[in-house]
């Protein structure tokens, strides 16, 4: 809950611009866009940046989800031949390619759950991206 009201009294991040141009020119919802980019990553632009799973020295996972939209290398292998996720301009251009994808596919429920990956918590982090978006 303190992490939705964060997003709403929060200014934009340093990317919106980017992420809305982009989600525009490619036909996609701007607002569910950045939407996405904040539940994953709030404004976090760095390309260190990593899923927590990652850092944990326990289960210390290879594939684990990287950059601004955390995005499993493996899926990036599959998805998106040809760009680097553990770049900046890599993350975005493979979210959007991918999320475009899945919207032509599905529409716009069905691109941000895939996004997300299956597994109990989809309905959960659809009910956040759907709150974030509200608050953009």
């Known amino acids: ?48 940046l990593r899923a927590h799973a990652c850092w944990n020295r326990v289960v210390r996972l290879r594939d684990c989800e990287v950059g601004r939209f955390q995005i499993k290398p493996s899926t990036a292998r599959a998805r998106c031949r040809g760009l680097n996720v553990f770049t900046y301009s890599g993350n975005v251009a493979c979210f959007f390619r991918m999320f475009g994808e899945d919207w032509a596919r599905g529409g716009r429920t069905y691109a941000t759950l895939r996004h997300n990956g299956s597994g109990p918590g989809a309905e959960h982090y659809l009910a956040l991206v759907d709150r974030a978006e509200d608050h953009l």
């Open 1 to 48: 809950m303190i992490a939705l009201l964060a997003l709403a009294v929060l200014p934009r991040c340093a990317d919106s611009f980017h992420l809305r141009w982009g989600a525009a020119t490619q036909h996609l919802s701007p607002q569910r866009v950045e939407a996405v980019a904040r539940v994953e990553s709030g404004c976090n632009l760095s390309p260190l």
